[in-house]
């Protein structure tokens, strides 16, 4: 009979304990299989779980490869191991050890970056919900807003379409492939290349994005920022605007993609 998962709130303090014995004694973390027999979880899921949770409060950091080393707050003493609950901030609680580790201003960086990247995880998390209740997937959900931004009587090419996209989106044929089966793009010739086929959303498709669109409103990925005072949306839009120009100028332009 396999073990029971350790108790989410009473265990937490036991699982670090228990990876703190083993990074004495091996010097490594090790990989998620392995955690998951450490800790007494059936799945690596489950595991990955409360890794996830230790990255966010800094006890676990990341190195190249997927792979795990100690975080910042992985010997300090963790009085709130065992106080875990639904309104515990652990962003919070790795910025009080941050504080007494790291540079004042990183920390204060920190504890932006890192709320902004678990918000923007949850969001994607909402969007891929949001889809799935209409049978698609974001990315085919993004290929129809696409189409539906470029106007309800124009066509363009699968490749050029990708120009248009406002998010990063990999596996574009197939997604084409499968709008298409769905019967919610067609292909149509070009008129002025016959060799060559475009795509553009129909009215089926645009009923289907119509309602996606209507569905939102009530799904908490969306529901917070409408529910934001105006002057509190504009200036959250314009630091968040501010923040991508500053952090594009340094990434430099996108490398492009192959055909």
Avoid at 188 to 207: E, F, H, Q
Wanted: glycine residues 6%.
């Amino acid at each position: 009979m396999k073990a029971k998962p350790p108790d989410r709130v009473t265990d937490v303090a036991a699982m670090k304990a228990a990876l703190r014995v083993y990074h004495r004694e091996h010097r490594t973390i090790p990989a998620l299989g392995r955690l998951a027999q450490l800790w007494g979880y059936a799945s690596k899921s489950s595991a990955s779980r409360i890794v996830r949770q230790m990255v966010a409060t800094g006890f676990l950091a990341t190195a190249p490869g997927r792979r795990l080393r100690p975080g910042p707050a992985f010997d300090a003493a963790d009085p709130a191991d065992g106080q875990l609950d639904d309104d515990a901030d652990p962003i919070d609680l790795a910025v009080e050890r941050w504080t007494h580790g790291y540079p004042e201003e990183p920390s204060r960086a920190y504890d932006l970056t890192v709320r902004v990247l678990r918000i923007a995880r949850s969001i994607e998390a909402g969007m891929a919900r949001a889809a799935a209740q209409h049978g698609l997937s974001v990315g085919e959900l993004l290929v129809l807003d696409s189409l539906y931004r470029l106007g309800p009587s124009q066509v363009i090419a699968p490749t050029a379409l990708r120009r248009h996209f406002l998010l990063s989106l990999a596996g574009l044929g197939k997604r084409v492939d499968r709008l298409e089966e769905r019967g919610l793009i067609d292909r149509v010739p070009d008129a002025k290349d016959g060799r060559s086929i475009l795509i553009r959303l129909n009215d089926r498709g645009r009923d289907v994005l119509r309602r996606c669109v209507e569905d939102d409103r009530a799904e908490p990925h969306i529901s917070w920022a409408i529910s934001l005072p105006a002057a509190q949306r504009a200036a959250l839009h314009d630091i968040l605007k501010q923040a991508q120009k500053h952090i594009d100028r340094a990434d430099g332009p996108p490398a492009k993609e192959a055909p």
